[in-house]
Each structure stands twice: as C-alpha cells, then as structure tokens.
C-alpha cells in the first residue's frame, strides 16, 4: 500500500522556520523523484521544491529560493523527504503537500507526480 505521511504543520510567526517532513513507503521511493506542493485558499496548487532520485539535483519556485531547502534519506525502507522553511512569510501559509514521481528525474510540473499525501496546514501569522 502506497503512503505518504506528512508531518503535521503548524503555525509560526512570519520570520520563523518550520520543518515538514514526508514518510514514503508501499513503493521503492529511494529511485523516485519527489516535491513539495502548496496550495493557499482560492489559488491553485503550485509547485514548491524538487529533489531527484539521489538528492543530487534540486529545483525551486523562485518565491522560495534562497529561503527552502529540500532533502531526503533514502538510508532506511521508508524514505523520508524534508522540507526546511526558513524566513516564512505570510505568502507561504497554505497547505502543503508531498509528492512522489515514477521515475528519479525531478521536475516541477503537477501533472508529472503520481504519488500525493493528504496534505499538512502551515500558518504564517504576520
């Protein structure tokens, strides 16, 4: 059975940080690409990070860059993807999504993910 878990999110003052994390199993995740997504009220969902296969290439949305960092670890039968939110800002409150590709390539296109979890609230207070 095919899971991702993420953790629960949170809220945080604008300027803090936050950590979400993604528990994948059911599926041989260590060789898959996997992202994060978000989607605030009324907009559609969009594209946060990207990590390939390895860890070895990462992709961001501009709005993020400089601010998230995405990682994994592939060393156990669940593999773990981590998003590291720093310097949040009322614009980054939605909920936020973890997401898993069939191949190891990463990319940034919704359309190419075909593993989703239930998503995690994160609340920015300004």
């Known amino acids: 059975q095919v899971q991702l878990e993420e953790s629960e999110g949170g809220l945080v003052q604008a300027g803090g940080s936050l950590r979400l994390s993604c528990a994948a199993s059911?599926?041989?995740?260590?060789?898959?690409?996997m992202g994060w997504f978000r989607q605030a009220p009324g907009k559609e969902r969009e594209f946060v990070a990207a990590?390939?296969?390895?860890?070895?290439?990462?992709?961001?949305a501009d709005s993020v860059k400089g601010r998230f960092t995405i990682s994994r670890d592939n060393s156990r039968r669940t593999v773990y993807l981590y998003l590291q939110m720093n310097s949040l800002k009322p614009e980054d409150m939605a909920v936020y999504y973890c997401?898993?590709?069939?191949?190891?390539?990463?990319?940034?296109?919704?359309?190419?993910?075909?593993?989703w979890g239930q998503g995690t609230q994160v609340t920015v207070s300004s």
């Open positions: 059911g599926r041989t995740f260590s060789s898959y690409a």
């Open positions: 990590i390939n296969w390895s860890g070895g290439n990462t992709y961001y």
């Open positions: 997401a898993a590709k069939r191949d190891g390539l990463a990319r940034t296109e919704i359309k190419e993910y075909a593993y």
